[in-house]
């Protein structure tokens, strides 16, 4: 019947309804006594509130079978003393209908929702108080009535001891039901007795000798609720009441007029001291059960935490794994392709199915850097270098790189630099400001059938705005909003008829937002798109040169270069390419043998691969800086297909100069040798030998 409560087994049940049986012949003859004792001086009674309780906290059919007994044994004692029977069958099936109906307007009010609650509780009580108002009123009339009396005879006589018993008993039997109830400092059964019983006699000497006193009783009474919370408290109050009732009527006696006033005063004191217990009980307990749920909530939050990093990590590891298993077979396709592309007796069309090849390789490169890219803005963890750049020049340089691609489609391009000095210094990262512009670039160019691409470069004090405007297919108002999200294309067709990955976009509105700027697109269908990146730079001024006597690639002689790669594939690719570049390349299959060469031979580069057997890129580069003499410091750059930042920086932290990713990009390797190649140790020592 009530959510409060949980459902409780079938013996569970049993047990409650012999509690709740003991509890209100209890009641009731306490009540008849004190009847008795005081020639039917009105009291007290609770034995209602009990069945009311009953019936707000047991289940199913066990609420009937607790109505039938408590009926029962009410007939039962109302004999045993001496009541009419005319009496027994007015009031009893009286109080049981009264009892049903109260409890059964209670729960259908949803009051019985929030029994945990202090002012929950306090509610439902009030409510039933009106009820026992209501229906003792409809009682005492049927009784003046049946005996002849005026209508309103006794009627004050039966109400204030009905309600006193409910907002002592229904309450506390609720509190005794409930056993989720837990003390805030729990207490053994003995320390509860004692408290009990220092509180009983102190009720009994208080309302003795001098009632007065009886604020007293406060103090062992809240130690008391702290120590055994509600259940303790709901107790502790009935102990107390049923030793000062007597109490009272020893010290004053039992003259009706004399004993009616400081009993009641005793019954509306433990009212009130049961109802301050109650509260200070459950708030208490309260605050605890909120704190157990803060710290669940703060433990489930870790777990999440840990669970969310978990899978991070996961989706990190995943990522560099097929990022590399993708790149080691692209840099073969890539390189041979490039390789074969050079030879001058290659027909027209195999050139074209070459070309074909290299840039099918080339998109997927692409995909696999959009999507490493993503992962890290996602993650948090891209970070931006700025240093002293002309933006001008970063534009042109993007329009160089993006040339062929508009060539191949005869496409005009044509740049604009507005207003400022080009060669104007600005602190910009870029890295990141060249990939957003070729982001642009590229789609403009993609989506370009005919006409042109304009780069446009407005320079403003310290406000820069890029402007990539096409001729092109053009974009439909509603999609612009979402151009600018992950995975997200103006509709399939556009997967389907030009590729791509969707993130492109995604990335630069990070990529931008990350530098402190604004990226949009001003576009109608078949009538192109402009899109527009505006950032706010700092000034900036040139960096002096650290080292103006390093030498220039161009002076660069050929190298002698160790490059070690376990894939034989990747090893005869890195040989014509270094070969072709005018260097001298010897390989090796992994780490040891490598080290085994460093120690005999003079090298100028060392291109070192990652994952090798038998001796690991990372530990071999440990060991050649663990040597003697100039060995210790030759140059070693990374060549491996891992790319993520983590990745990079186990290379850097072993000891390794550079990284360079694949797929192998001839420029880039034969540029990355001139900047790392030095004079080998060989050289050296024959030039300090020949040196007078």
């Given at each position: 019947?009530?959510?409060?409560?949980?459902n409780?087994?079938?013996d569970?049940?049993?047990?409650?309804?012999?509690?709740?049986?003991?509890?209100?012949?209890?009641?009731?003859?306490?009540?008849l006594?004190l009847?008795?004792?005081?020639?039917?001086?009105p009291s007290?009674?609770t034995?209602?509130?009990?069945?009311?309780?009953?019936?707000?906290?047991l289940?199913?059919n066990?609420r009937?079978?607790?109505?039938?007994l408590?009926?029962l044994?009410?007939?039962?004692?109302e004999l045993?003393?001496?009541?009419r029977?005319?009496?027994?069958?007015?009031?009893?099936?009286?109080?049981?209908?009264?009892?049903?109906?109260?409890?059964?307007g209670?729960?259908r009010?949803?009051?019985t929702?929030?029994?945990r609650?202090?002012?929950?509780?306090a509610?439902?009580?009030?409510?039933?108080?009106?009820?026992?108002?209501?229906?003792?009123?409809?009682t005492?009339?049927?009784?003046?009535?049946?005996?002849?009396?005026?209508?309103?005879?006794?009627?004050?006589?039966?109400?204030?001891?009905?309600v006193?018993?409910?907002?002592?008993?229904?309450?506390?039997?609720?509190?005794?039901?409930?056993?989720r109830?837990?003390p805030?400092?729990?207490?053994?059964?003995?320390?509860?007795?004692?408290?009990?019983?220092?509180?009983v006699v102190?009720?009994?000497?208080?309302?003795?000798?001098?009632?007065?006193?009886q604020?007293?009783?406060?103090?062992?009474?809240?130690?008391?609720?702290?120590?055994g919370?509600?259940?303790?408290?709901?107790?502790?109050?009935?102990?107390?009441?049923?030793?000062?009732?007597?109490?009272?009527?020893?010290r004053?006696?039992?003259d009706?007029d004399?004993?009616?006033?400081?009993?009641?005063?005793?019954?509306v004191?433990?009212?009130?001291?049961?109802?301050?217990?109650l509260?200070?009980?459950?708030?208490l307990?309260?605050?605890?059960?909120?704190?157990?749920?803060?710290?669940?909530?703060?433990?489930?939050?870790?777990?999440?935490?840990?669970?969310?990093?978990?899978a991070?990590?996961?989706?990190?590891?995943?990522?560099?794994?097929?990022?590399?298993?993708?790149?080691t077979?692209?840099?073969?396709i890539?390189?041979?392709?490039?390789?074969?592309a050079l030879?001058?007796n290659?027909?027209?069309?195999?050139?074209?199915?070459?070309d074909l090849?290299s840039?099918?390789?080339?998109s997927?490169?692409?995909?696999?850097?959009?999507?490493?890219d993503?992962?890290?803005?996602?993650?948090?963890?891209?970070?931006?270098d700025?240093?002293?750049?002309?933006?001008?020049?970063?534009?042109r340089?993007a329009?160089?790189i993006a040339?062929?691609?508009?060539?191949?489609?005869?496409?005009?391009?044509?740049?604009?630099?507005?207003g400022?000095?080009e060669?104007?210094?600005?602190?910009l990262?870029?890295?990141?400001?060249?990939?957003?512009?070729?982001?642009?670039?590229?789609?403009?160019?993609?989506?370009?059938?005919?006409?042109?691409?304009t780069?446009?470069?407005?320079?403003?004090?310290?406000?820069?705005?890029?402007?990539?405007?096409?001729t092109g297919?053009?974009?439909a108002?509603?999609?612009?909003?979402?151009?600018?999200?992950?995975?997200?294309q103006?509709?399939?067709?556009?997967?389907?008829g030009?590729?791509?990955t969707?993130?492109?976009?995604?990335?630069?509105?990070?990529?931008v937002?990350?530098?402190?700027?604004?990226?949009?697109v001003?576009?109608?269908?078949?009538?192109?798109?402009?899109?527009?990146?505006?950032?706010?730079?700092?000034?900036?001024?040139?960096?002096p040169?650290?080292?103006?006597?390093?030498?220039q690639?161009?002076?660069i002689?050929?190298?002698?270069?160790?490059?070690?790669?376990?894939?034989?594939?990747?090893?005869?690719?890195?040989?014509?390419?270094?070969?072709?570049?005018?260097?001298e390349a010897?390989?090796?299959?992994?780490?040891?043998?490598?080290?085994?060469?460093?120690?005999?031979?003079?090298?100028?580069?060392?291109?070192?691969?990652?994952?090798?057997?038998?001796?690991?890129?990372?530990?071999a580069?440990?060991?050649?800086?663990?040597?003697?003499?100039p060995?210790?410091?030759?140059?070693?750059?990374?060549l491996s297909a891992?790319?993520?930042?983590?990745?990079?920086?186990?290379?850097?932290?072993a000891?390794?100069?550079?990284?360079?990713?694949k797929?192998?990009?001839?420029?880039?390797?034969?540029?990355?040798?001139?900047r790392?190649?030095?004079?080998?140790?060989?050289e050296?020592?024959q030039?300090?030998?020949a040196?007078?």
């Amino acid at each position: 019947m009530i959510a409060g409560i949980r459902n409780p087994s079938r013996d569970d049940q049993s047990l409650r309804i012999a509690g709740l049986l003991a509890a209100f012949g209890g009641s009731i003859i306490f009540s008849l006594f004190l009847a008795g004792a005081t020639h039917n001086l009105p009291s007290i009674w609770t034995a209602n509130a009990v069945v009311i309780a009953g019936l707000l906290t047991l289940k199913g059919n066990a609420r009937w079978v607790m109505l039938a007994l408590v009926g029962l044994t009410h007939v039962a004692i109302e004999l045993i003393a001496g009541v009419r029977v005319s009496f027994i069958l007015l009031v009893v099936p009286q109080d049981l209908i009264q009892n049903v109906l109260i409890a059964w307007g209670l729960e259908r009010l949803g009051l019985t929702n929030h029994m945990r609650s202090p002012w929950g509780l306090a509610r439902m009580t009030a409510v039933a108080a009106v009820m026992v108002i209501v229906f003792s009123t409809i009682t005492t009339v049927s009784l003046a009535l049946a005996r002849g009396k005026p209508m309103w005879s006794g009627w004050a006589d039966w109400i204030a001891p009905n309600v006193l018993g409910l907002f002592l008993a229904m309450p506390t039997t609720i509190m005794l039901m409930d056993r989720r109830h837990k003390p805030l400092f729990p207490a053994s059964a003995w320390q509860l007795a004692m408290l009990t019983t220092l509180v009983v006699v102190s009720a009994v000497a208080i309302f003795t000798s001098d009632p007065g006193l009886q604020a007293l009783l406060f103090a062992p009474a809240m130690l008391a609720v702290f120590r055994g919370g509600p259940r303790a408290a709901a107790i502790l109050v009935i102990a107390s009441l049923a030793a000062s009732i007597p109490a009272v009527l020893h010290r004053v006696g039992i003259d009706r007029d004399l004993a009616l006033a400081p009993l009641r005063h005793a019954v509306v004191f433990h009212v009130m001291l049961f109802a301050v217990c109650l509260t200070a009980a459950m708030i208490l307990e309260r605050q605890k059960r909120l704190q157990a749920l803060l710290t669940r909530g703060r433990d489930a939050a870790r777990h999440a935490q840990a669970s969310a990093q978990a899978a991070n990590k996961a989706k990190s590891e995943f990522l560099a794994t097929i990022s590399h298993e993708i790149r080691t077979p692209l840099n073969s396709i890539l390189g041979f392709a490039d390789l074969v592309a050079l030879d001058p007796n290659l027909s027209p069309d195999s050139r074209r199915r070459l070309d074909l090849i290299s840039r099918a390789g080339r998109s997927l490169v692409e995909i696999i850097n959009d999507l490493l890219d993503f992962s890290k803005l996602e993650a948090g963890r891209m970070e931006l270098d700025p240093e002293p750049l002309a933006p001008a020049v970063v534009l042109r340089d993007a329009l160089a790189i993006a040339a062929p691609a508009a060539e191949t489609k005869n496409l005009a391009l044509r740049i604009e630099i507005i207003g400022g000095d080009e060669q104007a210094l600005f602190l910009l990262d870029e890295t990141r400001l060249r990939q957003v512009l070729l982001n642009l670039l590229s789609n403009a160019i993609k989506f370009t059938r005919d006409g042109g691409v304009t780069a446009r470069l407005e320079l403003s004090g310290q406000r820069l705005r890029f402007e990539i405007e096409d001729t092109g297919i053009g974009i439909a108002p509603d999609v612009q909003a979402r151009l600018f999200q992950r995975f997200t294309q103006a509709d399939s067709s556009i997967s389907r008829g030009y590729g791509g990955t969707g993130l492109g976009l995604a990335i630069s509105k990070a990529l931008v937002t990350r530098m402190g700027g604004e990226i949009g697109v001003v576009s109608a269908p078949g009538q192109g798109a402009r899109f527009w990146v505006e950032l706010s730079a700092t000034p900036a001024r040139p960096t002096p040169e650290l080292d103006s006597a390093a030498p220039q690639p161009s002076n660069i002689r050929g190298a002698r270069v160790l490059l070690v790669d376990d894939h034989h594939v990747n090893r005869e690719l890195g040989y014509a390419l270094l070969t072709l570049g005018g260097h001298e390349a010897i390989t090796a299959e992994d780490g040891a043998a490598a080290v085994s060469l460093v120690r005999d031979q003079d090298f100028d580069l060392v291109l070192m691969d990652v994952h090798m057997p038998v001796m690991d890129g990372l530990s071999a580069t440990h060991a050649i800086r663990a040597m003697q003499g100039p060995k210790a410091r030759v140059p070693i750059l990374a060549l491996s297909a891992d790319v993520m930042p983590e990745q990079i920086a186990r290379c850097l932290a072993a000891g390794m100069d550079g990284h360079l990713a694949k797929p192998i990009v001839r420029e880039a390797l034969l540029a990355a040798v001139a900047r790392f190649a030095t004079p080998s140790s060989r050289e050296a020592s024959q030039a300090s030998l020949a040196t007078p």
